[in-house]
């Protein structure tokens, strides 16, 4: 399961609106350079493009220009990094291009005068609670034929072994009901022996299985596909069931 979180992090587009500015340039060289995808939204495509450009340059990154609305239609996930002024116009005018993404908001509702900038009163209570307001009703294309949709279980089988036996962070196991084994040990502060973490999608035929019975199912199956397991001891075994971890598309 990390795996797959961190590769669908690793492949989301980030997009910031009013990215040609200080703070959302800052923020998109370091995504670029960390290997994301970014695209840099202004109100202008050509100074997006130019903006776009510079990044790339200096992160090494994947990086391109495009309009706010192009941005926030392009990205996955979407940071405003807008002047306050700017900020309830522009998400008004973008709730369509920005309905079912991730929206991340850095605004600071600021004033500014000859002493400098200060705090301003947000109705809302701030200019993230703001965007929300702004955008949480909008419809997501295809949303009303969510509730068509069913659940799907996952269920994970933990297994703490006294001794390493397997020596790949993770491993996808074929003709075998193991499916995907991930080492926890580190994660789980484990100091002696190996953690590993059994991890069964679309899990129907398990969820329901009482601990004993799963036990004597993936206990040899570990032992067929990984050879130092069978010299090991088995010091710990455990399960945890997600009956609607995720939806069916039945
Ligand atoms: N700078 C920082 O260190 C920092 C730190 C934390 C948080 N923040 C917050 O992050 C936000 C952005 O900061 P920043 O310093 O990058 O701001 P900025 O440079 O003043 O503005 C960012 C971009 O917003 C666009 N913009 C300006 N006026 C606009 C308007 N009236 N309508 C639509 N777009 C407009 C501009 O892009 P185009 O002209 O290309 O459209 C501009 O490059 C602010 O709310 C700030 O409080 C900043």
């Known amino acids: 399961m990390e795996g797959a979180v961190v590769t669908g992090v690793r492949e989301m587009t980030v997009g910031v609106l009013g990215g040609t500015g200080a703070q959302g340039r800052g923020l998109a060289i370091r995504w670029a350079h960390a290997g994301l995808k970014v695209v840099i939204g202004s109100r202008k495509a050509e100074r997006a493009q130019q903006a776009a450009a510079e990044i790339a340059e200096t992160s090494g990154g994947r990086v391109r220009g495009l ?65 929300e307001a702004l955008l949480a009703d909008v419809p997501v294309p295809g949303s009303a034929q969510w509730p068509r949709l069913s659940a799907a279980p996952i269920v994970n089988v933990h297994v703490v072994y006294d001794r390493p036996v397997l020596r790949e962070p993770f491993a996808a196991v074929l003709d075998s009901p193991l499916q995907w084994l991930f080492d926890r040990t580190g994660p789980s502060g484990l100091a002696r022996g190996q953690y590993l973490a059994i991890s069964l999608s679309a899990a129907q035929q398990y969820v329901e299985q009482r601990t004993t019975d799963l036990r004597a199912l993936f206990l040899p199956a570990l032992r067929e596909v990984l050879p130092a397991a069978r010299e090991a001891r088995v010091r710990d075994f455990f399960v945890t069931r997600e009956p609607r971890a995720t939806f069916a598309q039945t």
């Open 67 to 131: 309009d706010n609305a192009g941005c926030a239609a392009a990205a996955d996930l979407v940071v405003v990094g807008l002047p306050w002024d700017a900020h309830a116009e522009t998400l008004q005018a973008l709730r369509e291009p920005l309905a079912g993404k991730i929206v991340v908001d850095c605004v600071n509702p600021l004033g500014f005068d000859k002493k400098g900038p200060y705090a301003l009163e947000v109705p809302e209570g701030s200019a993230a609670q703001q965007a």
